[in-house]
């Protein structure tokens, strides 16, 4: 690129050079021929400017050629220098463009996360919306009803009072005989709720009462039965079992059954030792056995502690069968009990007779007797409510008033 630059130059100069020589000759053709002499003067001149411009020209064009030379050097650096910075400062664009773009996706998952939680949020607030409306909804009946009860209330009197209280008992008498079978708790409920009905004094009560004395007839004709009472009964034999005696063998059975080994090493004369075995073999024809029951050894400590806790879990059995109604269960229980007592704990010991005696009445007990529910009372008692409310007036407004 620089030596097109040169030549270019250096033509210009040459054409330029030709152009005043030329212009030059027809200055001097054209001039007026009227003095020779100024003529060859001004040929020689115009001679020796053609010489010295000739000389001064190559020193012309190679200046002018250094010139270009130089400045094409300085286009070309600065050409250069300028695409690098160009480069750099593409790149430098590109890297903050990568920025932006990851900054961008950085807010936009920024955003979406946002709006997730966004949606979170009221869908909570949703669901807590639609509970609130709820529990309003569920408030404002229950003070419906709350204002229906007061209203019930400022319009009832003492009469209503006691009936209602009469009601309650005869209720509560049900549920003892149900639950319980405590016929004497249940007659003493009978009984509060009909003098209840005698002091109001009032012609309506004549069934209901008629009613109560029918039910509280049937369940004095019943044998009382003590739930309470016959479960601490249990309670108390379970504690009593491990404290029970055990039964012990005869000196027979332990002289019987001592080893032969200790026999053998004891030093004894022949005489004496022949003398004890025929002792021994008269006293063998001779058994004493008491209560006609195989005697039996004293249990080892473990085997005694699983006899007591196999007892008392029978007795846990039979509280539980008590309770429930369940007669079977029950007098199943009370039967292995009394027989490990009788096989294994001394029958004669005053501690054993009192566990037996207490035992046995347990047995002769019906874990669910047959007790008659007074029914007859609690419908008469429902539709005596019914009367009272449809002829009792209700009260004025004077009335409320003073109230």
């Known amino acids: 690129m620089t030596d097109k630059n040169d030549k270019a130059l250096t033509d210009n100069t040459e054409n330029s050079v030709d152009t005043t020589s030329l212009e030059s000759a027809k200055e001097n053709s054209s001039a007026p021929t009227g003095d020779a002499a100024s003529a060859s003067v001004t040929s020689q001149q115009n001679t020796?400017?053609?010489?010295?411009?000739?000389?001064?020209?190559?020193?012309?064009?190679?200046?002018?050629?250094?010139?270009?030379?130089?400045?094409?050097?300085?286009?070309?650096?600065?050409?250069?220098?300028?695409?690098?910075?160009?480069?750099?400062?593409?790149?430098?664009?590109?890297?903050?463009?990568?920025?932006?773009?990851?900054?961008?996706?950085?807010?936009?998952?920024?955003?979406?996360?946002?709006?997730?939680?966004?949606?979170?949020?009221?869908?909570?607030?949703?669901?807590?919306?639609?509970?609130?409306?709820?529990?309003?909804?569920?408030?404002?009946?229950?003070?419906?009803?709350?204002?229906?009860?007061?209203?019930?209330?400022?319009?009832?009197?003492?009469n209503d009072w006691l009936l209602a209280e009469a009601e309650y008992l005869i209720r509560l008498s049900n549920q003892r005989l149900l639950l319980e079978k405590d016929t004497k708790s249940s007659l003493s409920l009978l009984e509060s709720a009909d003098n209840i009905l005698a002091g109001l004094e009032d012609p309506l009560m004549f069934e209901t009462r008629k009613a109560i004395a029918q039910d509280m007839q049937a369940l004095k004709s019943v044998a009382?039965?003590?739930?309470?009472?016959?479960?601490?009964?249990?309670?108390?034999?379970?504690?009593?079992?491990?404290?029970?005696?055990?039964?012990?063998?005869?000196?027979?059975?332990?002289?019987?059954?001592?080893?032969?080994?200790?026999?053998?090493?004891?030093?004894?004369?022949?005489?004496?030792?022949?003398?004890?075995?025929?002792?021994?073999?008269?006293?063998?024809?001779?058994?004493?056995?008491?209560?006609?029951?195989?005697?039996?050894?004293?249990?080892?400590?473990?085997?005694?502690?699983?006899?007591?806790?196999?007892?008392?879990?029978?007795?846990?059995?039979?509280?539980?069968?008590?309770?429930?109604?369940?007669?079977?269960?029950?007098?199943?229980?009370?039967?292995?009990?009394?027989?490990?007592?009788?096989?294994?704990?001394?029958?004669?010991?005053?501690a054993t007779i009192a566990f037996m005696t207490t035992l046995t009445s347990l047995q002769q007990v019906n874990p669910n007797p047959d007790v008659p529910m007074p029914r007859a009372s609690l419908q008469a008692m429902r539709n005596l409510m019914q009367n009272w409310k449809a002829t009792t007036p209700a009260p004025s407004k004077q009335g409320d008033n003073a109230l």
Not at 91 to 119: D, F
Not at 135 to 145: C, F, G, H, I, S
Not at 228 to 242: D, K
Not at 272 to 301: C, D, R, T
């Open 224 to 350: 009382s039965f003590d739930l309470e009472g016959r479960y601490l009964q249990l309670s108390a034999l379970y504690e009593q079992v491990a404290k029970l005696p055990q039964r012990e063998p005869s000196k027979q059975w332990q002289e019987q059954q001592e080893p032969e080994a200790e026999a053998a090493q004891t030093s004894r004369s022949a005489l004496k030792q022949l003398f004890n075995e025929a002792w021994q073999g008269l006293k063998s024809l001779v058994v004493i056995n008491y209560n006609h029951k195989p005697i039996k050894p004293l249990l080892p400590p473990a085997e005694y502690q699983e006899l007591v806790t196999g007892i008392q879990i029978q007795l846990d059995v039979a509280q539980v069968a008590l309770l429930k109604a369940e007669p079977a269960i029950y007098e199943k229980s009370l039967s292995r009990v009394a027989e490990a007592v009788n096989q294994h704990f001394d029958t004669t010991s005053q």
């Open 48 to 158: 020796n400017a053609s010489s010295t411009n000739s000389k001064a020209l190559p020193a012309v064009a190679l200046l002018f050629g250094v010139a270009a030379l130089g400045l094409s050097g300085w286009q070309f650096y600065q050409s250069q220098y300028s695409g690098s910075q160009a480069l750099t400062d593409a790149q430098n664009q590109v890297i903050a463009l990568e920025q932006k773009v990851e900054r961008l996706n950085r807010s936009v998952e920024s955003n979406s996360t946002t709006a997730q939680q966004l949606g979170d949020m009221n869908s909570t607030l949703s669901a807590a919306k639609a509970q609130s409306d709820e529990l309003k909804a569920q408030t404002e009946q229950a003070l419906v009803d709350l204002s229906s009860k007061i209203n019930k209330l400022n319009n009832a009197d003492k």
